[in-house]
T-cell receptor
Framework: DVKVTQSSRYLVKRTGEKVFLECVQD?????MFWYRQDPGLGLRLIYF???????EKGDIPEGYSVSREKKERFSLILESASTNQTSMYLC???????????FGSGTRLTVV | AQSVTQLDSQVPVFEEAPVELRCNYS??????LFWYVQYPNQGLQLLLK??????LVKGINGFEAEFNKSQTSFHLRKPSVHISDTAEYFC?????????????FGQGTILTVHP
């Protein structure tokens, strides 16, 4: 089975800090995604990447950036964390050909 | 662009009763449709998917869904629920072709099964 691993389950950061959320997949998938999940809003796409060093903005990219230096790793960066970025962050790897996603377990980020 | 509407934010039901979770979508192109489940403190797990072919799709844990193109719906059903089905369920849509597999999710439906 494909495994998607997010490095932290829970994080607490201070306002203004630079925050890195890491995601690693083990199946050589080209497409990877970062979503944030908020109650009543479902999952909203922040950024995705379809190849190494290639990225595209999703629906809510403001305040975020991403890095994909290696195929297996896709990092989400909060340049200057704010309290409205407190959320659950989910990483996913796309299995291809309509196969859907494999999700990581999520990182619950609290910005204080 | 696609959009997904899950018509119920919360669905309470008694154990062994049937349940239907409703999902409507809009899209100008043909789509792939998915249902995911999220158990507390976990990531999302694929329940079932519709890509093409038979409009009745069977998934894991006894769930099934029916694709209705004319009504642009993809409702999820289970004939008899268990306590362990308590979770949040997400409907999602993806356009085919060069969409890179981007999924658009609905707002989620919290299913609570009572004994």
């Amino acid at each position: 089975d494909v495994k998607v691993t997010q490095s932290s389950r829970y994080l607490v950061k201070r306002t203004g800090e630079k925050v890195f959320l890491e995601c690693v997949q083990d199946m050589d998938h080209e497409n990877m995604f970062w979503y944030r999940q908020d109650p009543g809003l479902g999952l909203r796409l922040i950024y995705f990447s379809y190849d190494v060093k290639m990225k595209e903005k999703g629906d809510i990219p403001e305040g975020y950036s991403v890095s994909r230096e290696k195929k297996e790793r896709f990092s989400l960066i909060l340049e200057s964390a704010s309290t409205n970025q407190t959320s659950m962050y989910l990483c996913a790897s796309y299995t291809g050909a309509g196969g859907g996603y494999t999700f990581g377990s999520g990182t619950r980020l609290t910005v204080v | 662009a696609q959009s997904v509407t899950q018509l119920d934010s919360q669905v309470p039901v008694f154990e062994e009763a049937p349940v239907e979770l409703r999902c409507n979508y809009s899209s100008s192109v043909s789509v792939y449709l998915f249902w995911y489940v999220q158990y507390p403190n976990q990531g999302l797990q694929l329940l079932l998917k519709y890509l093409s072919g038979s409009t009745l799709v069977k998934g894991i844990n006894g769930f099934e869904a029916e694709f209705n193109k004319s009504q642009t719906s993809f409702h999820l059903r289970k004939p008899s629920v268990h306590i362990s089905d308590t979770a949040e369920y997400f409907c999602a849509v993806s356009a085919g072709g060069t969409s890179y597999g981007k999924l658009t999710f609905g707002q989620g439906t919290i299913l609570t099964v009572h004994p």
